[in-house]
């Protein structure tokens, strides 16, 4: 049994290989959740969650995926029956898992009605996300931008308003993506856009749907064709699905739910009553290191996160990154050993995590990850040189890039940097009436520091 692709029918090989496989009847399984944006950080954390969950005897919480870009995960998965690997790479092997917890993977744009009807199905209790950022479509002020509002909030208003009309209960929202408040986020973006497509929809939503917010926490690269083959020359089996990550896993989940849920915490899941220090500590002290490294480390002509780490004029700036940003949280761990752990994680050769990756959609990224600590140390009178010196790496790679820039905000950021040029680029950015300025506005000190750091050679 070599040489095959994976497949429902042909997991039972995977034991005799000594990898982990579910055991359970996925046929017998209803669908209880639909997962909007199935890419790899999906496969590796809420499904490998929802897969022990009925490892562990939680039955009918399989997944129906929807992709609302493209068809691509569609056509690797669905030949596949939904089943995937997902391999631990670490400093002491690969360990491989065979998840069985995916229905089916549909594609938004041509199959909205059987989205809506499984959001409506009686059995379905979960809507969850990982759609990035930008998947929000939020305006720069954080409101819902009416022109960017996509297929998401239509998909699931038109499954809310047949779940009413059916007279069934609300559903849990749950967002996975890397925002502050996710959840409060997405409660707030999700009543703008039915007060203006669907208004009378808006009160049962408001009364019968929760949103928890949720952290989330493991280091996803993108698959590559050498992952695949690795993978083959191990297991005898070709996935096209594969998804390769660390060791490391952490689900934060506010415990706020309209219906029943997945027995996530079988895997480590933990449930609380505030997410909002493990998320501030996430999204400023892991991502905001991540940016910087990514930034700094592209323009040192590094590839990935462990050449940059290792790189001794990098390292100390990416602790001092870390530094600022615990100075400016409340904590609810150990902030120092959870500085320790990122960094000994961020030199995971073994992962092969591209920078470039990370360094896509800065725009979307840079207000949670460095311009909330910038603020807070701003009040306090105090200077973050690590983050400046970060900022300004970002800065140089978006006029680098112009208009290859991978990012939502690409046109306009390259206009700025057309009109002002790199002496006047800062203050069109982060001066009192920059493109940032809601979220930090620079002062002159802050200005002269970026300035200095912009004319320097990486």
Not at 344 to 372: T, V, Y
Request: aromatic share 8%; with cysteine.
């Amino acid at each position: 049994m070599s040489n095959g692709r994976l497949t429902a029918n042909g997991v039972a090989a995977f034991p005799l290989l000594d990898h982990a496989c579910f055991g359970y009847d996925r046929d017998a399984q209803a669908t209880g959740i639909v997962h909007f944006g199935i890419g790899a950080f999906h496969r590796a954390h809420q499904a490998w969650y929802t897969d022990l969950a009925m490892e562990h005897g939680d039955r009918n919480w399989r997944i129906a995926g929807i992709s609302l870009r493209s068809g691509d995960v569609a056509e690797q998965m669905n030949p596949q029956d939904g089943v995937y690997t997902v391999s631990e790479r670490g400093s002491k092997g690969t360990q491989i898992r065979v998840i069985g917890a995916v229905r089916e993977v549909l594609v938004a744009a041509a199959q909205s009605a059987r989205i809506s009807h499984i959001l409506a199905a009686p059995d379905t209790h979960i809507a969850s996300f990982t759609i990035t950022e930008k998947g929000y479509c939020r305006a720069a002020d954080g409101t819902l931008d009416p022109a960017g509002a996509g297929s998401v909030y239509a998909l699931l208003a038109a499954g809310l308003s047949r779940r009413r009309d059916a007279g069934r209960g609300g559903i849990t929202l749950l967002s996975c993506d890397n925002i502050a408040g996710n959840g409060a986020q997405l409660r707030r973006l999700m009543r703008e856009y039915l007060e203006l497509h669907d208004p009378g929809l808006t009160d049962w939503f408001e009364g019968e749907c929760t949103c928890p917010s949720t952290m989330v926490d493991r280091i996803v690269p993108a698959t590559t064709e050498a992952d695949r083959a690795a993978l083959e020359a191990i297991t005898g089996w070709r996935d096209e699905a594969a998804v390769m990550t660390e060791p490391f896993s952490q689900w934060v989940i506010e415990d706020s739910f309209a219906g029943p849920r997945p027995h996530w915490e079988v895997g480590g899941a933990q449930f609380t009553r505030d997410v909002r220090p493990f998320e501030a500590a996430k999204l400023r002290m892991l991502n905001g290191a991540h940016s910087a490294l990514a930034y700094l480390g592209l323009g040192r002509g590094h590839d990935y996160v462990d050449q940059a780490i290792a790189d001794p004029t990098l390292a100390p700036v990416t602790t001092e990154v870390m530094r600022e940003a615990a100075a400016s949280l409340t904590p609810a761990q150990d902030l120092a050993a959870y500085a320790d752990a990122l960094l000994a994680r961020f030199g995971n050769a073994a992962l092969a995590h591209r920078l470039r990756q990370i360094a896509m959609d800065g725009s979307q990224k840079i207000p949670q990850r460095w311009l909330e600590t910038l603020a807070f140390h701003q009040r306090q009178g105090r200077p973050c040189a690590g983050i400046l010196t970060a900022l300004a790496a970002w800065i140089g790679f978006v006029g680098r890039e112009g208009l290859r820039l991978d990012d939502p905000m690409a046109g306009t950021l390259h206009r700025l940097w057309q009109a002002n040029g790199r002496g006047g680029i800062v203050p069109a950015l982060f001066g009192a009436w920059g493109l940032f300025a809601p979220y930090w506005t620079a002062g002159e000190t802050d200005i002269t520091f970026l300035d200095a750091a912009l004319t320097e050679k990486p």
